[in-house]
């Protein structure tokens, strides 16, 4: 069983940064893609960015540029600077793991909330 849990969330004003941090439990090896995705009231759930084991980043035209993905394996953590962040950016941003093995799974944090004032 793997456990996430989120940590860095808050209110912030239009221009700041905020750095989002999410720490696994359990096993999450070999392979893996670990992501951050948020959902705003009313909206679908969207993926902000993603990183696999190897380092291959993606991420949302939205915060390219703004937002930046990294990961520590040896502490199995993923980590999200969000920088010059908007009003659309609030939302509740949730970690999540795809554990990329026959008997992986996908799994999520329990969520944290980002409010950008504007």
């Known amino acids: 069983q793997v456990t996430l849990l989120e940590s860095g969330g808050g209110l912030v004003p239009a221009g700041g940064s905020l750095s989002l941090s999410c720490a696994a439990s359990g096993s999450i090896f070999p392979r893996n893609t670990m992501a951050w995705y948020r959902q705003a009231p009313g909206k679908q759930r969207e993926l902000v960015a993603s990183?696999?084991?190897?380092?291959?980043?993606k991420y949302a035209d939205s915060v390219k540029g703004r937002c930046t993905i990294s990961r520590d394996n040896t502490k199995k953590t993923v980590s999200l600077q969000m920088n010059s962040l908007k009003p659309e950016d609030t939302a509740v941003y949730s970690c999540?793991?795809?554990?990329?093995?026959?008997?992986?799974?996908?799994?999520w944090g329990q969520g944290t909330q980002v409010t950008v004032a504007s």
């Open positions: 999540n793991i795809n554990i990329l093995s026959p008997d992986g799974g996908e799994y």
């Open positions: 990183i696999s084991s190897f380092g291959t980043t």
